[in-house]
């Protein structure tokens, strides 16, 4: 019997939790609780409030989700370019 697929969804986090856990409104209106995810916590991706995120959510359970993805905006992401470094000569 083949596994449930995983519900993509989308959403906005709205609160940070202690132990890597985010309170997340959803585009739906739903607010779940969502924890980050396995390459999320392996590269150190952090995850701040107001940050827009994408959750993968089981069908069983609607209220919690893992992180899977979270999107750059314009306004965090700055110009885009690194700063110069100066030499040291």
């Known amino acids: 019997m083949p596994k449930e697929e995983m519900l993509e969804m989308e959403g906005v986090v709205e609160e940070v939790l202690p132990s890597t856990q985010f309170r997340v409104r959803l585009t739906n209106g739903a607010t779940v609780l969502a924890y980050a995810g396995g390459k999320v916590r392996k590269h150190h991706i952090r995850v701040i409030a107001g940050d827009r995120v994408t959750l993968e959510m089981s069908p069983y359970d609607l209220t919690r ?10 306004k965090t992401s700055g110009s885009g370019q690194r700063p110069e470094r100066k030499s040291q000569r």
């Open 65 to 74: 989700g893992r992180i899977s993805f979270r999107h750059l905006d314009a």
